[in-house]
C-alpha cells in the first residue's frame, strides 16, 4: 500500500520541493513529480538555480512524450501525469488534485502552502486518500 505523507504549512512550495528532491537523491531515490505543466516550468527553473554549488539530476517528460533510453536513469522526472514516469518510486504531487495512479508508487508526498486555495484542495485529496483506506502522516513544516 501507498505511504502518504503531507507536508503542511510550507511558506514556499518550489523551495521546499528543490530541498526535498535534493534530499531524496542525496539518498538514492528515484522521485516523479507531478503538476500542471505551469508548475512543473517553474520548479525546473528553480532547480536550475536553487543552489549554485550542487545539481539536482532531473528531466522533464512532456505529456504524451517517450523517454530516451539513455536519459531513464535520471532520479528526477517532472511530469504532468503520474503514469508518464519511467519509475514508481516516490511520487511528489504539487498539483491541487490527487494524482491519477499514485497507487503504483511506493510512497506520496503532498506539498501544502500557507495560502487557503491551497489547503483547501488539500483537505479533499486527504479525505480521498483516507475514503480509500490509506493511513496519512502528517508534517508540520516550522516556519
Known sequence: ??????HFNVPDRAAYACRLLR????SGARVAVTAPADVLEGLDRELWSFDPVEFIPHARLIQGGTVATR??????WLVEAASDSPHQ???LNLGAQ???GFES???LIEIVSTEEDD????RKRWKHYAD???????????A
Open 119 to 122: 489547503r483547501m484542495a488539500a
Open 23 to 26: 534530499k531524496a537523491t542525496r
Open 71 to 76: 536519459l531513464s536513469p535520471t532520479p528526477v
Open 98 to 100: 490527487s494524482p491519477a
Open 1 to 6: 500500500m501507498t505511504e502518504i505523507t503531507f
Open 132 to 142: 480509500r483506506g490509506y493511513p496519512i502522516v502528517r508534517h508540520e513544516v516550522a
Open 105 to 107: 508508487y511506493a510512497r
Open 89 to 91: 518510486d516516490v511520487l
